[in-house]
């Protein structure tokens, strides 16, 4: 139930639309509405609708009305998002939590029905497939078996969660990726609710949630613990942003795609600085924009670093709408809303913004992104530079002798040299992947299938046409299958080292495919449809095929996947794989006909045709007029309404999981996916004082754009690692291990996986050793005498020893994915602070909402130009004035060096907002929410 708002504004009205009644609160009642950017008109709806005198005011309402765009951002809200959306490796740990708080809130003398959400959320399982087989018309149907065999336990818990909880329900696997889903079914853009309507908000466990933006829908990835106290009733805390006005006009020309046009506008607000700012897209190029191209730029905010990168409501969502199935009363609502409340697109508006910033769409071009990071974007003509550039960082320098029998350059000093086939010659699975000189290169000789061919540095491992940002968009999926086309008819295959997938975001991309005919082309190369998920965007891009990847590593090669997804960082593809690329599902199949990225695509023959002649990417690209052709023929609202007509149901399989029943959840004491955390473990009602970090060692020493992917890995479990010890000790073998992501559930498994990643490199190693290479979970353990160890076991010995733990760390620090269990196995391995640089948005407020101090060192500073390398003793005072009800504003943090030199300085307190202030204290947001219910 929602509290009546008091409506200090008079704004309360109604709005009839046909023979229906609603109602709203109007925004036109609050003085100074009309000027504000769309977004934050969407947020003073919120607080007018839910302003309850205590926690959101009619001083709160004003602030937000008279916003000033150049001012920083200093005065909080609280912003009650209408639902709440997951995927299945954030949602289970979410739901594990809410189970293990209903016990907590009953030893407590609460009521554990308290524990229920108060708003829809929404899971998909979409992240758990595996791309295991691939290249068979089977592909899907074993990949599906191999998921629900490794996934049973997790799956038939969250059929428990599906009865258990009110308003709570699970799209089955196989159905598609959750943003997909959200975009063509789960978003309602105007809700209706207790017979009000007002725009539909949400917060989602993962952080490409704002994909959901392109339909002008406010919401944004927080962390797992975040969208749980959002499911129970909590607002988030937040200050009004800065907005960033993004002028779009011009069309997009011949030859650039969505992808290309994506790729162009992350490098743009990466060099802008918008992180923790929103971005909002204006002027009138908007129109000109097709709506699964807006969301495949909102898809990409994360990685651009904005909260949200929003378009208005105009014609085309209403468009997108009823071609998605919406009801006729659904989509008339939405449009007479928009325009009652001035939330309707006007091309010759030009709100207030913070800052702003245009593009031309005329003036892009073909592009990838990589090899590490989605906003380093290489012009497609520099691909094969750009590759030869970055390969030295991969490979050990002048590892090979030319031709000419001298030792070759590094790869920066490369001349140009194909990888390909060259034209009119038939192909040689003996050269097709050498052509190396002038580059690093160690040609490497595999037999597959009794085919034998040499690999080498830049061979395109993976192509991967995959994740959320592209399978969504039609243009781009229709392009690639007419590309494959193309390419079968002309009488290319891919290469043989190439492991293909086809990984769609929902099933609608199948039928159109299907009704296009378009299908076998994609087989042929074998581009078979693999899973309905996100694959290999989020690790699950399954093994490449034992003869590759031994040849990989046994001659520790610089292979590369290409992928049509959002994500290419560091040990996140793939573990054999060093270099990743982001590029248009089109990109995707030609690279797989290339079979590397020391090629120029644009001018080097991409293999040679049945006719013997070379065939070029220009030969087969497909025409914006055959594409639009292809989706006026293919594309139907029966598609839609046929894939969703029943989307909660399942298969045969998921109908016949055995279901666990009751409102309290029984722990299998022997599960390795699902084990009660400890949260609440010894929790008192009342909370401890905060005190003061004395004799804290520090556990890891990081460099910049340290990601949550380096904290917390999704991917493969490595048999030695710690969690692969652990494993083996329960019984399970190694074919069984499936994945980080899967095993959120099991916080054994997760603690010890906390800063596993195999590209981790911590600086603390000492020098010697770090220039042998080490990197992954290691760190020096000084209750050991500084020897090296796994981290998770370093942990454990400072934690007998009552030693806590400090990180420290350069830029950017916990970027990427919204990983709730980066700060949670954090916490739980004994880190009181984190002290970097700067910080990601999501995962400093995650941090605070475990328990962990996340701190700044003064502007300009860092651990190397204080003179930090790790092995000091550090004391942190000043964190006890929290106590008092306020938050100071600089800490003071001393390191005490083994020569008796003390290193100080003044570091800043990154709790921003009273909210957080209050979860600190409490030792996170799961204890601050549980009090709150058994008291309330």
């Known amino acids: 139930m929602t509290t009546p708002s008091k409506d200090s504004f008079g704004a309360r009205a109604t709005l009839k639309v046909g023979d229906a009644s609603y109602e709203v609160f109007r925004l036109d009642a609050v003085e100074g509405a009309e000027r504000l950017p769309y977004s934050l008109k969407i947020l003073l709806e919120n607080l007018l609708r839910t302003e309850d005198g205590a926690n959101i005011t009619a001083d709160h309402v004003r602030a937000l009305a008279s916003w000033d765009p150049g001012a920083e951002p200093s005065t909080e809200i609280q912003f009650t998002p209408g639902r709440v959306v997951m995927q299945d490796f954030t949602g289970v740990p979410c739901i594990v939590d809410l189970a293990t708080m209903r016990e907590a809130v009953t030893q407590l003398g609460g009521d554990p029905d308290k524990v229920n959400p108060l708003a829809p959320a929404e899971l998909v399982i979409d992240h758990s497939v595996i791309a295991d087989v691939f290249g068979r018309p089977d592909a899907f149907e074993k990949n599906v078996d191999l998921e629900y065999e490794r996934n049973r336990e997790r799956y038939q818990f969250l059929r428990w969660g599906q009865t258990a909880f009110d308003e709570f329900k699970v799209v089955p696997p196989g159905t598609g990726i959750v943003h997909q889903v959200n975009i063509e079914h789960l978003a309602r853009v105007v809700m209706v609710r207790n017979g009000q309507a007002y725009p539909d908000t949400l917060v989602g466990t993962d952080s490409h949630t704002t994909m959901v933006n392109g339909l002008g829908v406010l919401g944004w990835g927080v962390g797992g613990i975040e969208a749980e106290a959002a499911m129970l009733g909590q607002p988030v805390s937040m200050l009004i942003p800065r907005v960033v006005g993004f002028k779009l006009h011009g069309e997009l020309p011949a030859g650039a795609t969505a992808t290309d046009l994506v790729l162009t506008i992350t490098e743009m607000l990466r060099k802008q600085g918008v992180v923790g700012k929103f971005v909002e897209f204006y002027g009138s ?137 060259g034209a009119g010659k038939p192909f040689d699975y003996h050269s097709a992947a050498r052509g190396a000189e002038g580059r690093t290169s160690k040609p490497t000789t595999v037999t597959v299938d009794g085919a034998e061919f040499e690999l080498d540095h830049g061979a395109v491992a993976i192509a991967a046409i995959t994740s959320c940002t592209n399978t969504s968009n039609p243009s781009v999926m229709i392009g690639a299958a007419l590309l494959a086309k193309k390419a079968v008819e002309r009488g ?82 793939n573990p054999d794989i060093k270099m ?26 991409l293999g040679t045709g049945s006719d013997g002649e070379p065939v070029f990417l220009t030969d087969i690209w497909p025409s914006p007029q055959e594409i639009a052709e292809v989706i006026a023929s293919a594309l139907s609202a029966e598609s839609f309404a046929d894939s969703y007509s029943d989307v909660f149901a399942g298969d045969d399989r998921w109908r016949s999981l055995p279901t666990p029943t009751g409102n309290v959840f029984e722990w299998d004491a022997e599960s390795t996916y699902v084990r009660k955390p400890p949260y609440f473990d010894g929790m008192a009602m009342t909370p401890a004082a905060v005190t003061n970090i004395e004799g804290a060692r520090v556990l890891a020493l990081l460099g910049d754009s340290v990601t949550t992917d380096h904290i917390s890995p999704a991917g493969a479990i490595k048999q030695d690692s710690p969690a692969g010890q652990y494993l083996t000790e329960h019984g399970v073998e190694r074919k069984d291990f499936n994945s980080y992501g899967s095993r959120r559930g099991n916080h054994e498994v997760m603690i010890r996986g906390t800063f596993a990643n195999i590209r981790l490199r911590n600086l603390l190693l000492d020098s010697e050793n770090n220039g042998n290479g080490v990197q992954g979970g290691y ?42 269990w980066a700060a949670k196995g954090t916490s739980l391995l004994g880190v009181r602070a984190v002290i970097a640089e700067s910080f990601e948005r999501i995962h400093r407020s995650n941090l605070i909402g475990m328990g962990v101090l996340p701190l700044q060192f003064p502007e300009g500073q860092s651990a190397s130009s204080l003179g930090l390398d790790g092995t000091e003793l550090f004391l942190i005072t000043g964190i006890t004035a929290l106590n008092d009800g306020g938050t100071p504003r600089t800490v003071k943090v001393s390191a005490g060096r083994s020569d008796g030199v003390t290193v100080d300085f003044d570091a800043v307190v990154r709790i921003d907002t009273p909210g957080e202030a209050d979860y600190y204290r409490n030792g996170g947001i799961m204890q601050y929410v549980l009090r709150k219910m058994v008291n309330g």
């Open 285 to 421: 190029g908007v129109t000109a924009v097709p709506l699964a191209n807006r969301a495949t730029i909102g898809n990409m905010s994360p990685e651009f670093g904005s909260t949200a990168a929003i378009f208005p409501i105009d014609a085309e969502t209403i468009e997108y709408l009823r071609f998605t199935g919406r009801s006729a009363e659904q989509v008339a609502l939405v449009e007479a809303y928009a325009k009652e409340q001035g939330l309707w697109h006007d091309p010759a508006a030009e709100p207030a913004y913070s800052e702003t910033l245009e593009l031309d769409l005329a003036t892009v071009v073909p592009s990838i992104a990589g090899p590490k990071r989605p906003q380093d974007r290489i012009e497609l003509t520099d691909a094969k530079q750009a590759f030869r550039a970055a390969l030295g960082s991969y490979t050990t320098p002048n590892s090979a002798v030319d031709e000419a029998g001298e030792e070759s350059f590094p790869a920066s000093d490369s001349p140009a040299v194909s990888a390909g086939n």
């Open 492 to 573: 290319l295959a891919r290469k043989p080292w190439v492991k293909t997938t086809l990984a769609p975001g929902s099933k609608v991309v199948m039928d159109y495919y299907d009704r296009a005919g378009l299908t076998p082309y994609l087989d042929k190369l074998g581009f078979n449809l693999v899973g309905y998920g996100c694959t290999t965007c989020i690790g699950n891009s399954g093994p490449l095929q034992e003869e590759i990847s031994a040849g990989v590593q046994s001659s520790d090669l610089a292979v590369v996947s290409v992928l049509s997804g959002n994500r290419n960082f560091e040990g996140r593809i």
């Open 580 to 605: 990743n690329y982001l590029a248009s599902p089109p990109l995707v199949v030609a690279y797989a006909l290339a079979g590397s990225m020391d090629i120029d695509i644009t001018t080097e023959p």
């Open 779 to 820: 760190t020096r353990d000084f209750t050991n005498g500084g020897e090296q160890a796994f981290i998770y076991d370093a942990a454990q010995n400072y934690a007998k020893a009552q030693t806590p733990l400090v990180v420290l760390a350069g830029k950017e620090y916990g970027s990427g994915s919204s990983r709730d």
